[in-house]
């Protein structure tokens, strides 16, 4: 029996005290202001086409609710037209579909390397690769960031400590934080000499890059030591992962996937939202063009003003210091753009930044309204 006079959240109410001390409590805040901080790139979050296929599918009696795991009752025809139109649309042998980029990173990480195995990963990798580490039985190790050397130098000594089991490379092909790409080629050729599985995160360029927004692996996919994972919830306008790579990759783990196996299965009217995204990538390359467009005029008028500008939608504006950061991203938003401030542990200490993302939710004239907004927050 718990006594009236026991704080049992005591301990909770202490450790958020001691966030909002250090600047640090997050708070759920409405969206306002013109986009420049979602993921989703081309504005297909609205797409009239996307909610009409979700409009039909519910005519043709696809239900809201999936009603159990995939190994279950939860394995609608939905989820696997999806899969095979994703697999000829990308050219990989298999896809799997996971209800969130998150759980299915988790999954790959935490089932694929098995005991006695190497992971050796970009020191920036996401927090969903992190969380599917921390439950893997690999040994994991950081790598400096965009770096094959550093990898092979990680690979190299650990084999000469003994390691005898299979190596995984895991890295993005576009940095979230910073917007710059990964050395696709290089690390497919470290891969293939280590005999290694390359695993890439291709959840900022899918969509965006590559041949018909396929990303920037897309000429990677279907080799046999290749697995990508494949967001659904940003360029695609939708929500839900694609993991795409060869067939025993989807088959362990709808065997062994612990977050697969015990999970209930997506909507599968997100699988026909997907399915006519992928259509809409395919059929209409007037989006990405659109979107190059702007970020090109974004790097024009923003590079002036410090943004660090690499050829992609992700501009970071690197402050440093946390407070000023989040002080330039308050005012900026007071202005009408919605740009957020980024801090440790989320990156680098030292590092805080506005990071701007560039999508087609703001027209060119925004991008000059918040370049002028931007000089004169930071000046
Ligand atoms: C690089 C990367 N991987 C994975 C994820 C997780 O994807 P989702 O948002 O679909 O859970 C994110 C999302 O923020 C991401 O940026």
């Given at each position: 029996m718990i006594s009236e006079a026991t704080d049992l959240a005591a301990d909770h109410r202490r450790m958020l005290a001691d966030l909002a001390d250090r600047q640090r409590l997050r708070r759920l805040i409405p969206p306002q202001g013109v986009d420049f901080s979602s993921n989703d790139y081309l504005g297909l979050a609205r797409s009239p086409r996307i909610a009409r296929a979700i409009r039909q599918a519910l005519d043709r009696g696809v239900p809201t609710g999936?009603?159990?795991?995939?190994?279950?009752?939860?394995?609608?025809?939905?989820?696997?037209?999806?899969?095979?139109?994703?697999?000829?649309?990308?050219?990989?042998?298999?896809?799997?579909?996971?209800?969130?980029?998150?759980?299915?990173?988790?999954?790959?990480?935490?089932?694929?390397?098995?005991?006695?195995?190497?992971?050796?990963?970009?020191?920036?990798?996401?927090?969903?690769?992190?969380?599917?580490?921390?439950?893997?039985?690999?040994?994991?190790?950081?790598?400096?960031?965009?770096?094959?050397?550093?990898?092979?130098?990680?690979?190299?000594?650990?084999?000469h400590g003994g390691g005898k089991g299979r190596v995984w490379i895991a890295l993005e092909s576009l940095y979230s934080m910073d917007g710059d790409r990964a050395p696709l080629d290089a690390f497919r050729a470290l891969a293939d000499e280590r005999e290694a599985f390359l695993l890439i995160d291709e959840a900022h360029a899918t969509g965006v890059f590559g041949p018909e927004g396929r990303g920037l692996a897309?000429?990677?996919?279907?080799?046999?030591?290749?697995?990508?994972?494949?967001?659904?919830?940003?360029?695609?306008?939708?929500?839900?992962?694609?993991?795409?790579?060869?067939?025993?990759?989807?088959?362990?783990?709808?065997?062994?996937g612990r977050g697969f196996i015990f999970s209930t299965a997506p909507s599968p009217l997100m699988a026909s939202a997907v399915r006519e995204a992928l259509r809409i990538l395919a059929g209409e390359p007037e989006h990405r063009q659109a979107l190059v467009a702007r970020i090109d005029?974004?790097?024009?008028?923003?590079?002036?003003?410090?943004?660090?500008?690499?050829?992609?939608?992700?501009?970071?504006v690197i402050?440093?210091?946390?407070?000023?950061?989040m002080a330039a991203a308050s005012a900026i938003q007071a202005a009408g753009y919605d740009v957020r401030g980024i801090r440790p542990p989320t990156v680098p200490a030292g590092t805080a930044r506005l990071r701007i993302s560039v999508t087609l939710n703001a027209s060119l004239d925004d991008i000059a309204g918040l370049a002028a907004t931007l000089e004169e927050v930071l000046t």
């Open positions: 999936s009603g159990g795991s995939r190994l279950l009752r939860g394995n609608h025809p939905e989820h696997e037209l999806l899969e095979e139109e994703a697999a000829r649309f990308l050219g990989s042998e298999a896809v799997l579909f996971f209800s969130s980029g998150f759980a299915a990173n988790a999954a790959l990480f935490a089932t694929l390397p098995q005991r006695g195995d190497l992971v050796v990963h970009d020191a920036l990798v996401h927090a969903s690769a992190h969380e599917g580490m921390r439950l893997g039985r690999a040994e994991c190790v950081a790598a400096t960031h965009n770096d094959p050397t550093a990898f092979e130098n990680v690979i190299r000594a650990w084999r897309a000429h990677l996919e279907g080799l046999e030591n290749v697995i990508v994972l494949r967001t659904c919830g940003k360029a695609l306008g939708c929500e839900g992962a694609l993991l795409t790579g060869p067939a025993f990759m989807r088959d362990f783990l709808i065997n062994r005029e974004a790097a024009r008028l923003l590079s002036p003003l410090g943004a660090v500008c690499r050829g992609t939608q992700i501009l970071p402050i440093g210091d946390d407070a000023r950061a």
